[in-house]
C-alpha cells in the first residue's frame, strides 16, 4: 500500500505566480549584455524581493561575469534594516559571489565584471566616484574561517578604526574596542589578556573576535560568508546568538550551507540556483511552505 | 542521507494508511451493529480496540523520532505533522467506535421499542466521509478533502433530527428515558465520529495546500 506523494511545491505556487508584479527577464533591461542563444532565460524570482519600507541596500538587475561565465544573472533583491537575510543555495549557485558585490569584493578578483547597480541608503557602490576602502568599512564581511591579524586581541580591534581615523587618542581607542568586544560578546572572555595574540585564541573566540574587529570601524552592513563552518556547535551557537543581538544595530547577510542555521537566523531567506535568485521570502514560509518546486528540492535534500 | 529520509517517509504512509484502514473497518463494523443491534460485532469492537490503540503509539514513536533526527522541512515538515494529527484523529475515532458499540451493548439487553430513529444513513454517512479523507489523503486531492468538509454539515442536520425524535419518544414513553438517551447518545458519537474525518480531511488541505482551514477559514 503506498501512494505517489505530490513533491512539487504547494498548489498556491500557481495564483502566486500571477499576482507577481515585477520582472527580471532579459528583455526589460539594457541591450548592450547579449547572452549567447543557448543561454536559458532568467526565471522570474518567485515572492516579493523588494521591501515596501526604506530598504538598507537596493541591488537591481545585477549581473556578475568571470570571463565568460555568467555568475549571476539579473539579479534584485532589497536588504532591510535591522533584519538577517540568509542566501541559500547549492555550491556554485552564486550566492558567496552575489555577497561579494555588496562591498566590491569582486573588484579584486581579475576577470570580474559586475553591471546593475547597487545602492546603499542613496549611494550607488558601483559609481566611479566611490572610494572602496570607507565601503568596505561601512560594510563588512566576516569570513568563513576566522583569520584575526598576527598582532594583540587589542590591536586586532583598534588598527582599523586608527586607520579610518574614527579614534583620536589612547583613552577613544581603549573605549571603541571594548564596547566593541562588548557587543561581539567576547569582552568577559578576553578582557584580562587583550595583548595576547588574536592568534592563541579559539576558533569560535577568533570568530567572535573578527566580527568585534568589523563592528569597530562603524559599519551598516555585516556581510557573514560561512560564519561557522570552521566552528563546533557550542561556538557556532554563540555567534548565532550574537547574529541575532546584532541585528538590533545592523543589517545582516548571511550566506550558509547550514538551513537550520539559516532558519535559525534570518527574517528572509534567498534561494540561489544557478546564478539566479528562484525564491526570496519570509523564513518560515520558505522553510515551511517553499513556492518555487527548486527551492522545495533543495530544502528537503532532494536536489538534483 | 535524503534518500534515507524519503524510506522513512514512506514507511509512515505505509503505516498510516494501514492504521487508516484498520480504522475503517471498525467504522464498517459499527454500522452493522447499530443497524441490527448485533451485540457480537459490539463486543468485538470493544475487544479489538487495543490494536487501534497499539499502531497510533507506533506511528506517533516513528514521527518523533524523523523529527529529532532529520529535522524535515517544507512539504516533508508537513506531512510529518498531518500524519501526528490523522494519527490523533482515527484513534479517536476507534474510541467513538467503542463508544457506539457500548450503547448497543447495553440497548441490546433491554426490550426493543418501536421504530424511532433509523441511524443506517447516518452511519453510512460518516462511514463514507471517513473513507473520503482517506482517499484524499493517498491520492493527494484537495477537491475531494473539501467535499468532506461540506457532508460534515449533513451529519450534523441528521444528529439535530434525531435529538427531535428522540425528545419526541422520551415525551410519549417517559418509562423508556434510559433506553431513548442511549439511543440518543449514539448519534451524538457518530457526529464526533464524522468530525474527526473532517479533521482529517482538513489535515489533508493543509498537508497540500501549505494553509490552515480549520475553523471555518475556507
Known amino acids: 500500500m503506498d501512494f505517489a506523494f505530490n513533491r512539487n511545491a504547494t498548489t498556491e505556487n500557481k495564483g502566486a505566480a500571477e499576482e507577481k508584479t515585477f520582472s527580471v527577464g532579459t528583455d526589460t533591461g539594457s541591450t548592450t549584455i547579449k547572452p549567447p542563444p543557448q543561454q536559458s532565460e532568467v526565471p522570474e524570482t518567485v515572492g516579493n524581493p523588494f521591501l515596501e519600507t526604506d530598504p538598507r541596500m537596493t541591488c537591481r538587475n545585477v549581473n556578475v561575469y568571470y570571463g565568460d561565465k555568467h555568475a549571476i544573472r539579473e539579479v534584485s533583491l532589497d536588504i532591510g534594516r535591522n533584519e538577517v537575510i540568509s542566501m541559500i543555495g547549492p555550491s556554485g549557485c552564486g550566492k558567496s559571489t552575489f555577497l561579494r558585490c555588496f562591498n566590491r569584493m569582486n573588484d579584486t578578483i581579475d576577470g570580474c565584471r ?69 557587543k561581539a560578546g567576547l569582552w568577559e572572555e578576553v578582557k584580562d589578556r587583550l595583548d595576547h595574540p588574536g592568534t592563541g585564541l579559539s576558533g569560535g573566540q577568533q570568530q567572535r573576535l573578527c566580527i568585534a574587529r568589523t563592528i569597530a570601524v562603524g559599519p551598516e552592513v555585516i556581510l557573514m560568508d560561512e560564519p561557522c563552518s570552521a566552528l563546533d556547535p557550542i561556538a557556532t551557537g554563540k555567534i548565532e546568538d550574537l547574529i541575532h543581538e546584532l541585528r538590533q544595530q545592523y543589517s545582516i547577510v548571511i550566506v550558509t550551507h547550514s538551513m537550520q542555521q539559516a532558519s535559525r537566523v534570518s527574517q528572509r531567506t534567498a534561494y540561489f540556483h544557478l546564478g539566479d535568485l528562484i525564491e526570496v521570502g519570509d523564513t518560515p514560509q520558505v522553510f515551511t511552505t517553499p513556492r518555487h518546486p527548486l527551492t522545495q528540492d533543495y530544502i528537503t535534500g532532494r536536489f538534483g | ?135 484524499a489523503l493517498v491520492n493527494v486531492d484537495v477537491d475531494l478533502a473539501f467535499k468532506v468538509i461540506t457532508l460534515d454539515d449533513e451529519v450534523d442536520a441528521l444528529k439535530t433530527l434525531a435529538y427531535d425524535r428522540i425528545k419526541a419518544a422520551i415525551k410519549m414513553n417517559p418509562e423508556r428515558v434510559g433506553y431513548l438517551i442511549n439511543l440518543m447518545l449514539i448519534s451524538r458519537h457518530l457526529e464526533r465520529l464524522a468530525d474527526h474525518a473532517t479533521n482529517i480531511a482538513e489535515e489533508v488541505i493543509y498537508l497540500i495546500e501549505g494553509e490552515i482551514v480549520r475553523h471555518g477559514k475556507y
Open chain 2, 1 to 135: 542521507m535524503a534518500r534515507y529520509l524519503i524510506r522513512e517517509l514512506d514507511k509512515i504512509k505505509k503505516k498510516i494508511l494501514s492504521l487508516g484502514a484498520l480504522v475503517e473497518e471498525r467504522v464498517r463494523m459499527t454500522s452493522a451493529a447499530v443497524d441490527n443491534r448485533d451485540v457480537a460485532i459490539a463486543q468485538k469492537i470493544i475487544d479489538t480496540d487495543w490494536e487501534i490503540d497499539e499502531m497510533e503509539v507506533e506511528v506517533e514513536e516513528e514521527c518523533l523520532k524523523i523529527l529529532a533526527l532529520h529535522q524535515p522541512v517544507a512539504v516533508d515538515l508537513r506531512f510529518i505533522v498531518t500524519v501526528i494529527k490523522i494519527n490523533n484523529d482515527l484513534e479517536r475515532i476507534g474510541d467513538q467506535a467503542v463508544n457506539i458499540a457500548e450503547r448497543v451493548l447495553t440497548i441490546s439487553k433491554r426490550p426493543e421499542m418501536d421504530f424511532v430513529f433509523d441511524y443506517l444513513p447516518m452511519a453510512e454517512k460518516a462511514e463514507a466521509m471517513l473513507k473520503m479523507s482517506l482517499d
Open chain 1, 114 to 182: 559586475v553591471t546593475g547597480s547597487i545602492y546603499l541608503d542613496d549611494v550607488n557602490i558601483y559609481d566611479k566616484s566611490v572610494d572602496v576602502v570607507p565601503l568596505r568599512a561601512q560594510v563588512g564581511m566576516v569570513f568563513q574561517k576566522p583569520n584575526p591579524f598576527p598582532k594583540s586581541i587589542f590591536d586586532n580591534i583598534a588598527y582599523g578604526p586608527r586607520i579610518h581615523g574614527l579614534v583620536r587618542n589612547k583613552a577613544e581607542t581603549d573605549a571603541l574596542v571594548e564596547t566593541s568586544l562588548v
